[in-house]
């Protein structure tokens, strides 16, 4: 099976060697993405919104690829502070439907130009 790697500028640009997401068959994996908007500006300073922008990226790079938020089956999250996840899970409730995609969701000591939130997910086409 072939990979193909997604770029799409309506998306922020890899801030290191990492494609925005990868294609292989049916299926996209997305990296992690922070709250960068589509410039590489820092977007929000809570977490509201900051996971907003986090959801809104992956958003744009699932639909350059032909999926969607709706054919996403897992996520993971990334928080600097687990005190966040109320918050975060409010903003996430609201973007997807049910049936919700699996999620993990953990706590990590510091993440990319010290962001509150990145989120990954996997999806289909």
Known sequence: MRQESIHTPMAPAAIGPYSQAIK?????????????????????????EQ????LINAKKILEATGSS?????KTTVFLDN??????MNEVYASLFTAPYPARSCVEVSRLPKGVKVEIEMIAYL
Request: charged share 10%; aromatic share 4%; with cysteine.
């Open 82 to 87: 687990m005190e966040n996840f109320a918050a």
């Open 24 to 48: 292989i068959g049916n299926l996209i994996y997305t990296s992690g993405q922070i709250p960068l908007d589509a410039e590489g500006g820092l977007v929000g300073v809570d977490i509201t």
């Open 51 to 54: 996971t907003t922008q986090c």
């Open 69 to 73: 938020l709706e054919q996403v089956v």
